[in-house]
């Protein structure tokens, strides 16, 4: 209210001099804010865009991951393989513990060089960093 009566006292005083002058200035930062609007627009846009073909991509990753694993878990000898590795190893290092805490008198042997590296590596990458490897495609997944 206040600017449109110092507009009038002005456009009274100074004539079509003020006016024609306020309109310039009144153009250039309407240009000015039409051009941040499509800027703005088309950025969007754009970032729309790559966000829907990256959901798009992370779907069909997906879809595909789960098709392999379906197939892989069809064939009994995969579907087995990692329960007839790990088992095992599991039973032993169990069996290992429970003599040697409670001294049922077991006397189960240790494996020999190679192997007792092989049963510790086993037992780690199934129960230890199989976890954290599917944390971290969920973190992976998340992030994009």
Not at 74 to 90: E, H, K, N, S
């Given at each position: 209210m206040l600017g449109?009566?110092?507009?009038r006292l002005l456009g009274w005083f100074g004539g079509d001099l003020f006016a024609t002058m306020l309109e310039k200035?009144?153009?250039h930062f309407r240009r000015k804010a039409n051009d941040d609007l499509a800027r703005l627009?088309?950025?969007?846009a754009a970032d729309t865009q790559i966000a829907i073909a990256h959901a798009n991509a992370?779907?069909?990753?997906?879809?595909?991951?789960?098709?392999?694993?379906?197939a892989d878990r069809g064939w009994w000898v995969t579907a087995w393989i990692r329960p007839l590795?790990?088992?095992?190893?599991?039973?032993?290092?169990?069996?290992?513990?429970?003599?040697?805490?409670?001294l049922f008198g077991w006397g189960i042997a240790r494996l020999p060089a190679p192997y007792d590296?092989?049963?510790?590596?086993?037992i780690l990458s199934?129960?230890?960093a199989r976890p954290f490897e599917k944390a971290a495609?969920?973190?992976?997944?998340?992030?994009?």
């Amino acid at each position: 209210m206040l600017g449109s009566i110092v507009y009038r006292l002005l456009g009274w005083f100074g004539g079509d001099l003020f006016a024609t002058m306020l309109e310039k200035v009144l153009d250039h930062f309407r240009r000015k804010a039409n051009d941040d609007l499509a800027r703005l627009q088309t950025t969007v846009a754009a970032d729309t865009q790559i966000a829907i073909a990256h959901a798009n991509a992370e779907l069909q990753a997906r879809k595909v991951q789960a098709q392999v694993m379906r197939a892989d878990r069809g064939w009994w000898v995969t579907a087995w393989i990692r329960p007839l590795i790990v088992y095992p190893c599991v039973v032993h290092f169990g069996a290992i513990v429970l003599d040697s805490t409670f001294l049922f008198g077991w006397g189960i042997a240790r494996l020999p060089a190679p192997y007792d590296f092989y049963e510790q590596a086993i037992i780690l990458s199934f129960f230890i960093a199989r976890p954290f490897e599917k944390a971290a495609r969920v973190f992976t997944a998340g992030r994009g």
